[in-house]
């Protein structure tokens, strides 16, 4: 990646372009982060990776909320580390129906050992992989000095449970056993009890790693460490409708930095100011998921002239929530009521609360607990963001009412 810097000044229009190109290249809301200097922010997080590095029979398993940068941080926590060259990355992204034997040949397909000059590739992928010693037989030809790093991404996605089993039992086989080699596993999970099976007997080696909602200051970090590679300025309100904005997640802080210095080099300018972000708002819809903006527009669609479906998921969205995201009605009644600028008690909005949750409203909320105590929160961790921005742009709510009562907080997972 090219780097102007800060004192290139763009003259003419190739400079300009090149400007927009740099932008389009830094940030990556598309794509998970493969370089170490443009990954901000998860300090203890990469900390705690690191240290399996180093210490015998540990391994670790990254569990959060979808998009939080769990891929991300399975990229970059070896790089940069003295003696990398020792590590051997093998990165696999798990699958549905895949079976422990599946898992396996898959990371086996993306090792290659060289032994007396000879490449023993093909009998890896050949290879039965049955049980734990089976796969310790294997990972016996790495040398002393090596140390493979084995990902299993999106392992939550793997149904099997004998699977799920056999992979627990693995980890514990692994720490026991005098050879080297470290197995990630990474899921979308509240808990890692929800990633994997038999979790208690396999808990002092397995190094847990939880990744939050990113604060403010680490996506301030985001922003600003891709601006300093430019000659783009930013003042201090345009960052934080930014990282406002973005909710704890990194995918908006990209997608609203990229389109804002988007704006403001097509308008040959290198300040991005709090319009420019404004400008910028109905660009990034177009990096999100389509699926996102049609349950949106599923949900707040007017049956009956002058509902109020747009207000009371807006309200949603601005609530209080606890660590898990949820909130009770009682949490929206003071967001309802700012926005509509009359009083909103509970039994004026709960038949709409009810029916987010339901498949003509595109389940666009969940309910859980039980009568007396019912919590709601969005199904799609990516959609409250967008609720909130969406709102705004479209005057359901205002600046001076996101100020307030926006999402401002880091939410831990709470094990
Ligand atoms: N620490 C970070 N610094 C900068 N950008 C980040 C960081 N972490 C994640 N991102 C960005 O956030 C987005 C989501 O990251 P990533 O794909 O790693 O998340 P994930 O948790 O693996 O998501 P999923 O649950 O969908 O698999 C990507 O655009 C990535 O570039
Ligand atoms: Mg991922």
Redesign the pocket.
Known sequence: MSNMGAGFRPATTDDWMALRAEVLELF??????DEVT?????QSQIQKLRDTLVSKGRHAVVF?E????????VSIFHLGVTRTSRVHRIYVQCSKRDEYKDIWIKAFKRIKFIIDGNEIFGDLVNSNPQSPDDVEMVLSYFGQNDIPVIIFD?FDRVVSEDAKALMSETIKHLSNAPIPGIIILVG?AGSVPQLISHHHSISRTLVQVE?PR?TVD?LRE?VTSRLQRTPLKISDDALWRITHLASGL??YA?ALGQAAALVAVEGKTLNITESTVEKAIPRCFADLDQSLIDAYVKATVETRKGNIFKQVLAACALAEQDDLGRFAAADVETTLTEIMGREMKAPAFSFHLNDLCTSERGLILEKTGTRSHFRFRFREPMMQPFVIIKSLSTEVIDLDQLQRFGPSRQRSLGI
């Not at 990556?28 to 982060?33: E, K, L, N, V």
């Not at 443009?38 to 998860?42: E, T």
């Open positions: 990556t809301p598309g794509a998970p982060i443009l990954f901000a922010g998860r959060g979808k998009g939080v940068g769990k891929t991300s941080i999106e979308v990744m990113m680490e985001l990194p995918f990209h």
